[in-house]
Nanobody, 126 residues
């Protein structure tokens, strides 16, 4: 049974940092991604790490330069380092997994991911 479990969310102030973790159990995937959903808004792409090593990475323009995605193959996990957090980063953050071969366009589309975690809340106060 495949399970994705996020952790690391919390309440922080603007400018602070957080590290989110997502542990995958049950199988391995070629693509792992992070998405987020703010209250009253649609889910949006944040970042993706493609390939078994996670060496191919894509980011949403809104987080480029502030967030860093990484993958630990040995632990079958994906991480998201969030720096210089802003109030607009407040959302529930979800990790997602897929066995599809992806590119920059498809990795940003949640419909291409078949497995999702339950999410972890990140709240950034001003």
């Amino acid at each position: 049974q495949v399970q994705l479990a996020e952790s690391g969310g919390g309440l922080v102030q603007a400018g602070d940092s957080l590290t989110l973790s997502c542990t995958v159990s049950g199988r391995t995937f070629t693509a792992l991604g992070w998405f987020r959903q703010a209250p009253g808004k649609e889910r949006e792409f944040v970042a993706a790490a493609l390939g078994w090593s996670g060496g191919v990475r894509f980011y949403a323009d809104s987080v480029k330069g502030r967030f860093t995605v990484s993958r630990d193959t040995d632990k079958n996990a994906i991480y998201l380092q969030l720096n210089s957090l802003k109030p607009e980063d407040t959302a529930v953050y979800y990790c997602a997994a897929s066995s599809q071969l992806m590119n920059s366009r498809t990795s940003a589309d949640g419909q291409h991911y078949g497995y999702w975690g339950q999410g972890t809340q990140v709240t950034v106060s001003s």
